[in-house]
């Protein structure tokens, strides 16, 4: 047998990497063991997030401010839903991700700034899961034994939105240049009457238009405004986006429902635009006239005998044609002088001039046919339940006036199942608080109320010829409207479903 000499052992390498190899695997199994036992971590965290948010939503949806919201509340977070982990290894005798009663808190605010301690306080809930342990299999090798407690928090309220209906706002005309207060406060009276103004200024009394996601132009603005029932996706009732521009065709789609279609196309393919039964309006129409537009042979002031007051106080004539008059201080002028008893030039004072109406179409003053002092929209709505106080068409010269549709026949009669096409929701916006411009997102509302439309939009002048007839007494591009109230969404026009409210629960955090 060979001898292996001394110097050749000594002097071989064969396998000195042996040693490095030895020495470094610890590291090697401490870093795969970090791979491996920080991505059970981070799935038992996501099992944990998860439950969390769910609790939260679910607990969420039970917070309608009624007597036991947050009893129900703290149950639905507990039992709604149930959530397992299956990356912890810690041995409690349960996979089941519970939450503690006392890791449900309820908050008035957004913000959490006040904890809520009565049912109808709690908006909020946030909501923390039970803590658990993901025991690690190899980190252990350098020390790191587990992942210690972990839990998830979860934080939700609901957002509601409101269906059916326009995407109309306006800015809350009762708020003073420069405010800061984003809760300066909406509270007209019913049947006050508001002047607002579609001149593409966010002032108070200003009249826009919100996004609904249907679509960018005109003519879909015009759909959302103008179809019996809009398009596009629900408002939300406290975030809204502001719909950029103010085109002046848009506004014929209001009109639509006081039977004019302004060039034959206010109302574009794919939908119907339907008047209410009632289009009682202070226009006239020629006989046998085959345009249903703005004059060119379509409806127009008529020629004599209009309703043009010349001061805040009711007049002593009869008007030959006549609709749902504005109220005094506004109806004599287009500026009017609401300002002196008001305090605001675009806010009325509820007092309009029935006498007038009445003799224009009953023969004499009002003698309390609908109860005292009626606002408006009672008399609309009186007129609605006998078609015989409808049915007259006074004649004007070669032309003559309609209480009913004359073009898109036959119109839509409030009740049932039917909407009031001359009653719209619109969102009242603290505009100068918010330092409101176009396209701006995420605007809360201060309050959405319902509107009846009171006239159509027309730029309507003192008479048609002669000294001063250039007079001008109203705008096109104005929306005179009556307060009914409040939206009460899921309420009614006349018994009908005027809008319907969806609420979501929503995760903050």
Partial sequence: MKRVKWSQFRNDESAAVAPTIALSLFALIAVGGIGFDYARMAAMDSELQNAADQAAL????????????????????????????????????????SVPTANVVFYVDKGK??????????????????????????????????????????FAGVGSSICRTPPVMFCNPSEPLNNTDIDYAFSLAPGTGIKLVG?????????????????????????????????????????????????????????????????????????????????????????????????????????????????????????????????LCHAWSDAGDCAATTGNSRIGTGVWDINAYWRSHYGSNYA????????????????????TRLSATPQVG?????????????????????????????????????????SDTDIPVLKWVDLFLVEPSFARDKCKSGMGCGTVYSQKSDVYVELIGETVAGGSGNGGTQTVARDVPYLIE
């Fill in 58 to 97: 679910a607990a969420a949806t039970q917070l309608d401010g009624e007597a036991g919201a947050r009893t129900r509340a703290t149950d639905a977070a507990q039992t709604l839903v149930t959530n397992s982990t299956l990356f912890s290894n810690d041995n409690v005798g349960s996979r089941a991700i």
């Fill in 398 to 438: 070669s032309k003559r006036a309609y209480s009913t549709p004359a073009c898109i026949t036959p119109g839509i009669m409030p009740g049932g199942s039917n909407v009031d096409r001359r009653r719209i929701s619109a969102a009242v916006i603290n505009c100068d608080a918010h330092d409101i411009s176009p």
């Fill in 368 to 387: 309390n046919q609908v109860g005292a002092s009626p606002t408006r929209y009672q008399v609309y709505l009186w007129e609605l339940e006998d078609a």
């Fill in 199 to 327: 001149d593409g200024s966010y002032g108070p009394g200003a009249f826009g238009f919100l996004e609904t996601g249907f679509g960018t132009g005109a003519n879909n603005l015009l759909r959302a405004v103008g179809y019996n029932t809009p398009p596009g996706d629900c408002i939300a009732s406290d975030g809204v986006e502001i719909k950029a521009g103010l085109n002046a065709s848009v506004m014929d789609g209001l009109n639509t429902r006081f039977d004019i279609d302004a060039n034959g196309n206010s109302c574009p393919t794919g939908g119907t635009c339907s008047p209410s039964t009632n289009t009682r309006k202070d226009l006239v129409r020629g006989n046998g006239a085959m345009s249903c537009g703005i004059t060119g042979q379509g409806w127009e002031q008529p020629d004599t005998d209009r309703y043009r007051p010349t001061s805040a106080a009711p007049i002593s004539t009869t008007p030959s044609v006549m609709g749902l008059p504005r109220d």
């Fill in 113 to 154: 700034g006040t904890v809520a301690t009565t049912d109808a306080e709690a908006n909020f809930v946030e909501v923390t899961t039970v803590t658990r342990t993901a025991n690690f299999a190899l980190t252990p090798i350098v020390a790191a034994f587990s992942s210690g407690a972990l839990d998830a928090t979860a």
